[in-house]
């Protein structure tokens, strides 16, 4: 087995990593704040991917590319608002289901809107050139997605750490209530947690679509689930946590897939054994792993528990 | 009212609900959509009941209902067809590893008991979670079972992602009863409306069968822990009962009843495939339970029919082109009756929490108190085994 057998499967897995991190940041900060899964969230990133196939056909990709980005943060900050914020001082198995609900509405939205068929993402010129590393072919945006990644996150930080509305961010995802007292504006807070956490999950789904052939009403289902994962992973409410998680799950999902290819031509078994099969269902296997050795993550605070 | 009463008007009910079915198989045509809306809404009563008592009385936020349901229909699949058409099903596997074939009963029992197994291996360190973690841990559980099941270093078992087909479904039992007794089947010929009973008949006393164990369970005193439980564990705690073992017993009844469920599925179904109990399937049961009412069994029986009632039957004209008289067919295309769907749930979520039956139940008493009419169409189905919940 030489590296230029591996080096296709590493790559693609950064790219993929990058992706999934910027998707994860909406998560770790939604949970971070209110302590809701938002299942939604998944969703959104695929909405973002349907839009940019309809306003693509209609108009030029530079105007499209903005067009989109400010539809899917108008839409995050919609969900919040319609779906969310009634349920404020419910119990948070209500907000879960209503989570739940949304995701279910934007699938079944999707799947009305383009009856069900593959769309096909219109290729971004730069992006999808291809190119050569070491012998490897790909396309620009794997090297160029975990770049623009760390760029954002970098950006990010330094708004959480050296803002107002960071500040009050940190503030509220410590102590809710004590914050409201402080004389923060809670949902100011909130939507801008979902406008962040959509702003990035289009970005990311530009990105991502643009490695796939297509785009269908469930395409946002899996890469969700699995960026959740991610944001546990890392430590819930961690955003350096969330983009470590999302690398590792991305880098060891396609080495998987390419696992078997690997064993084979290291002489390990005779003939393959089949395990892509399990390149998703190994990033539940993580979670559950890490749940039992640290449940709080790998940069997570520990929380004590009150009666 | 006296307990032996109460007794008696159940009774009396499940007989009219029989009643009610065989009047219905005698006087409509047997293609009619009540038969198909009656046998899968059982199904999904039971399963949606299942998923009540985990998240509903126990408070254990657990969403791998699809995958129990999932272990539950290839257990049945697999053992039960027959060993003649195993060579055309296993087509790609040299007519599979497994050649036994076991009788229906037995086979339900097994599917639901291979589910309680897993569920007990996934409960030891899941059952530890709390809340949200739960919820994604189990879902991941149900993701992982559904990747073994397509992997194709099992396909001499399970058939890989390729279809499981030929077993015993309703039909094929009563076909297979009309083969085996000549009495029966000139009782069949004399009586053109039997086999569409009897298919419509099994899956309703399983199911009533079912439900009925899990009232039971929730009046007894593990039902009383699971719901202090649900209330305040650390209190309960205190209170002597012994978490983990009262959360096992919870979670692992559940898995064997949506086990069975998913077996029942796939015979009213015909047939199985791995790929259909996604996270989404989940998501469907969770909405069921949720607009019947967290908390309640009789709310999750109405909010299974009337579930099953709307997508199949009532809202299909959302679909194909023409509801309620109005013709539009550019807006009532396929798709459409899941987004009106979509929204109503939402609705449901929004503005009225508490679904059809909050956490209160339909019973003997509150129906024979004042006269009073429940659940559209699926009124006929309701009382299978619903005893009051202060008993």
């Not at chain 2, 999750?300 to 008289?325: N, T």
Request: glycine share 10%.
């Amino acid at each position: 087995m030489s590296f230029s057998e591996v080096l296709p499967y590493i790559l693609s897995g950064i790219s993929v990593g990058g992706q999934y991190a910027l998707i994860a940041i909406g998560y770790t900060m939604v949970y971070g704040i209110l302590r809701l899964i938002n299942f939604a969230h998944g969703d959104v990133f695929m909405v973002a991917g349907l839009m940019m196939v309809y306003l693509s056909a209609s108009m030029p990709l530079y105007i499209a590319i903005p067009v989109t980005i400010v539809l899917t943060v108008l839409l995050g900050f919609a969900i919040e608002r319609a779906a969310y914020k009634p349920l404020r001082t419910a119990p948070r198995m209500s907000i879960m289901i209503s989570a739940i609900g949304v995701s279910y509405l934007l699938q079944n939205l999707a799947l009305y809107v383009t009856g069900g068929l593959n769309k096909n993402y219109p290729s971004i010129p730069w992006l999808s050139d291809t190119i050569h590393i070491a012998g490897a072919v790909t396309k620009r945006v794997t090297v160029v997605t975990p770049i623009i990644t760390i760029v954002l996150v970098i950006i990010l930080v330094l708004f959480i750490n050296h803002t107002k509305m960071g500040m009050a961010m940190r503030a509220v995802s410590r102590d809710f209530e004590t914050a409201q007292l402080m004389g923060i504006k809670i949902d100011s807070v909130i939507s801008m947690t979902f406008v962040i956490g959509s702003l990035l999950a289009a970005i990311g789904s530009m990105l991502y679509f643009t490695n796939y052939p297509g785009v269908v009403p469930t395409s946002g289902a899996m890469p969700g689930l699995k960026c959740f994962v991610a944001a546990v992973f890392g430590g819930i409410g961690s955003i350096p946590g969330a983009v470590v998680g999302a690398f590792i799950i991305g880098i060891c999902e396609n080495l998987i897939k390419g696992l078997d290819t690997m064993l084979v031509s290291a002489g390990v078994v005779s003939k393959p054994l089949n395990l892509a099969t399990f390149s998703d269902a190994f990033t539940f296997v993580l979670l559950i792993i890490i749940l039992f050795v640290r449940p709080t993550g790998l940069f997570g605070e520990k929380q004590t528990d009150k009666v | 009212m006296k307990k032996s009463t109460k007794l008696l008007i159940n009774l009396g009910l499940m007989a009219a609900l029989i009643l009610v079915i065989l009047l219905e198989s005698m006087f409509l045509p047997s293609t009619s959509m009540i038969f198909p809306v009656i046998r899968k809404g059982a199904i999904y009563a039971l399963v949606a009941v299942s998923m009540n008592l985990t998240n509903g009385f126990t408070g254990l936020f657990s969403l791998g209902q699809a995958g129990f349901m999932l272990i539950g229909a290839y257990t049945y699949a697999i053992f039960t067809i027959p060993d003649a058409d195993r060579a055309s099903v296993y087509m790609y596997f040299n007519g599979g590893a497994i050649h036994a074939n076991l009788p229906v009963i037995v086979a339900l029992i097994l599917a639901g008991l291979v589910a309680a197994g897993f569920a007990y291996l996934i409960g030891l360190p899941v059952l530890r979670l709390k809340s949200d973690y739960l919820a994604i841990a189990t879902l991941g559980f149900a993701e992982i079972i559904r990747a073994i099941v397509q992997w194709n270093t099992l396909g001499p078992i399970t058939n890989a992602s390729n279809m499981l087909r030929k077993f015993a479904t309703f039909e094929s039992i009563v076909a297979g009863w009309r083969t085996s007794s000549p009495a029966f089947n000139e009782a069949c010929k004399n009586a053109k409306w039997l086999p569409t009973f009897l298919t419509t008949l099994m899956p309703v006393l399983i199911c009533g069968i079912c439900i009925a164990v899990i009232v039971m369970l929730i009046n007894s005193s593990y039902g009383r822990a699971f719901k202090a439980i649900r209330d305040d564990e650390i209190a309960a705690e205190a209170m002597g009962i012994n978490l983990a073992k009262h959360k096992m017993l919870s979670f692992c009844t559940s898995s064997f009843l949506a086990g069975i469920g998913g077996a029942l599925l796939v015979m009213y179904q015909a047939t199985v495939k791995a790929s259909v109990y996604s996270s989404a399937m989940t998501y469907e049961i969770l909405l069921i339970v949720v607009l019947g009412g967290i908390g309640s069994i009789t709310g999750s029986c109405i909010g299974a029919f009337l579930y099953v009632a709307c997508s199949e039957w009532w809202l299909r004209g959302l679909d194909s082109g023409k509801f309620l008289g109005i013709s539009a067919p550019g807006v009532f295309r396929n798709g459409f009756r899941l987004v009106v769907f979509s929204v109503i749930i939402m609705c449901v979520v929004l503005f009225w929490r508490k679904g059809i039956m909050g956490d209160r139940e339909l019973d003997v008493e509150k129906l024979f108190g004042r006269k009073k009419k429940h659940g559209g169409g699926s009124g006929p189905d309701l009382p299978s085994g619903e005893v009051s919940d202060n008993g």
